[in-house]
């Protein structure tokens, strides 16, 4: 089956610094990789998407790397702010126009 | 108006009631999920529909039946209910005319208690 794994320990940093979470896959690369935000009692937003051949995606403060050597994601927010504080989840495209979610690491920017 | 509505918001009910979640769009995608997040397991996909006719299992069917009345609405049933189905539950769409970009709308969710 088609894993995707998260730290599951909670990320603390300090406001203004760049946050870096990472994501881990098993088997074949998948044609892409998404990252959704997740705030407490609500549902998962959508992110980034990045393809199996794209190295880098940016999105305002945000960046997402795809490395099919290492297997694995890196999510950046640079300049981060209070107002990051949420889970992140990573999915892969898990074939069958499905995808398959990690259990999402979750992140507190403090002041 | 948010464009995927879940009802109910939260849901306590007995082992063995039959219970029914709803969802309804407003975004006009043909796709629509269910999902189930448990803390530690993360979200799994109950079922999906990518068509008014098309219904489909997901990872972890037992013990749910779900019913695509129109392309909007795709409600979520468990015939009798049972303790271990104590989660989240979230409704989502997707839009296969973006097939390339193929991102998921997630509804707020339903809290559902079993006890």
């Known amino acids: 089956s088609q894993k995707i794994e998260q730290n599951s320990e909670a990320l603390n940093i300090q406001e203004g610094k760049t946050a870096t979470l990472t994501c881990n896959y098993t088997?074949?690369?998948?044609?892409?990789l998404q990252w959704y935000r997740q705030d407490p009692g609500r549902g998962p937003v959508f992110l980034l998407l990045?393809?199996?051949?794209?190295k880098e995606k940016r999105k305002e403060r945000l960046k997402v790397t795809f490395d099919t050597t290492l297997k694995q994601s890196l999510f950046h927010i640079t300049a981060s702010q209070p107002a990051d504080s949420a889970t992140y989840l990573c999915a892969r495209e898990g074939g069958g126009n499905k995808l398959t979610f990690g259990t999402g690491t979750q992140l507190k920017v403090e002041l | 108006d948010a464009d995927v509505t879940q009802t109910p918001r939260n849901r306590i009910t007995k082992t063995g009631k039959r219970i029914m979640l709803e969802c309804s769009q407003t975004?006009?995608?043909?796709?629509m999920y269910w999902y189930r997040q448990d803390p530690g397991l993360g979200l799994r996909l109950i079922y999906y529909s990518f068509d008014v006719k098309d219904i489909n299992k997901g990872e972890i069917s037992d013990g749910y039946s779900v019913s695509r009345q129109a392309q909007a609405k795709f409600s979520l049933s468990l015939e009798s209910a049972i303790p271990n189905q104590t989660a989240l539950y979230f409704c989502?769409?997707?839009?296969?005319?973006?097939?390339?970009?193929?991102?998921?709308?997630f509804g707020s969710g339903t809290q559902l208690s079993v006890l």
């Open positions: 088997n074949y690369s998948p044609a892409y």
């Open positions: 975004k006009g995608h043909d796709r």
């Open positions: 989502a769409t997707s839009d296969s005319k973006d097939a390339r970009n193929e991102k998921l709308f």
């Open positions: 990045i393809r199996e051949n794209e």
